[in-house]
């Protein structure tokens, strides 16, 4: 078997699936889990911190009207102990395993925190992030959802959504992106979710980039502005250290710098990997374990969801793959 023929697709390896497919972004606290939980009860655990609760990509089978369709939690950006490096080698890993197993992805939901009193310099980085993931050809797939309107309501927040959609969300909107409320109940989440399942297939700059033309993340337009996002940090960081007349607020930003920066410390190692080499034999490992063990040809379904459980953030994948001992 060669993972690499047919521009990525297994059709004679695996059991394919034309179920839609919806990704779940946001940053942490965003409420991704519960967004999902409201579709399928009980799937995911949801965090009551600031804390992320999501560590891992995970695969969740639901039912919207009367279409079953496949929903991706995944870490938040900025998460309280991953590196954004780590987590962009995870989804770029798990879009590159989609994108071999012919997954039919519709689109991508990112969810922010209608509650949050502004949008933050790194919020702003993040939405940046996500927006060089996707490509700006692929906005049509993106839906925009504002989260925790079913909480204690001021109209604080209703001026936030206007200066969302007129500001900070104006560009990716003109060029095809849409917006919704998500309301807290399962039908404002099927709602969302019935936005993307006319769409057609997308192809993610992210999957083109990493699958069809085998760049390396560090060489991808998302993973060269992840590197660049540490390099600023950096200089920042070292400019409020040698600043004898730092302002009064330094030393908690200088504190938030350092741990992102350990955080990420490794990142241009991981940035720097064979990401489809390396998901390509994940896939031959996952494909011969599930043919073992069910005796049969395994479905797309399993074998994603078997190597997004594998794939752990942080992990350097080259390392990690030499390291198994997969019967």
């Not at 297994?10 to 967004?35: C, N, Q, R």
């Amino acid at each position: 078997m060669d993972p690499r023929s047919s521009n990525g697709s297994l059709g004679s390896e695996i059991i394919m699936t034309d179920a839609p497919t919806i990704l779940v972004l946001g940053e942490t606290g965003a409420g991704k889990s519960y967004f999902i939980n409201t579709l399928a009860p009980g799937t995911v655990e949801v965090g009551d911190r600031l804390e992320s609760c999501t560590q891992k990509l995970e695969m969740i089978e639901a039912r919207v009207g009367n279409t079953d369709v496949l929903l991706v939690d995944t870490p938040g950006f900025n998460d309280s102990f991953r590196s954004d490096g780590d987590i962009l080698v995870q989804m770029s890993a798990t879009l590159c395993v989609q994108y071999r197993c012919h997954i039919n992805l519709k689109g991508v939901i990112y969810l922010y925190n209608i509650t949050q009193p502004r949008l933050t310099n790194s919020s702003l980085r993040q939405l940046e992030l996500f927006r060089r993931i996707c490509g700006d050809e692929n906005l049509k797939h993106v839906l925009l959802v504002t989260t925790q309107w079913n909480e204690v309501f001021t109209s604080r927040w209703e001026d936030h959504e206007d200066q969302l959609r007129d500001e900070y969300w104006a560009d990716m909107i003109s060029k095809g992106a849409k917006c919704m409320r998500f309301e807290g109940t399962h039908a404002s989440a099927a709602s969302c979710i019935s936005q993307l399942l006319g769409e057609q297939r997308a192809v993610l700059a992210l999957q083109r980039e990493v699958v069809n033309e085998r760049r390396k993340l560090s060489d991808t337009v998302a993973g060269s502005y992840a590197m660049q996002m540490r390099s600023e940090m950096q200089e920042e960081y070292q400019s409020l250290r040698s600043n004898p007349r730092p302002p009064s607020n330094s030393q908690r930003r200088l504190e938030y710098l350092e741990k992102s920066l350990d955080r990420s410390r490794a990142d241009k190692e991981k940035l720097g990997e064979d990401v489809v080499g390396n998901v390509d034999v994940l896939l031959e490992k996952a494909i011969a374990k599930e043919k073992k063990k069910q005796g049969r040809k395994p479905s797309a379904i399993n074998v994603v969801g078997w190597i997004l459980g594998l794939v752990s953030i942080g992990v350097n994948l080259g390392t990690f793959i030499a390291s198994m001992a997969i019967c």
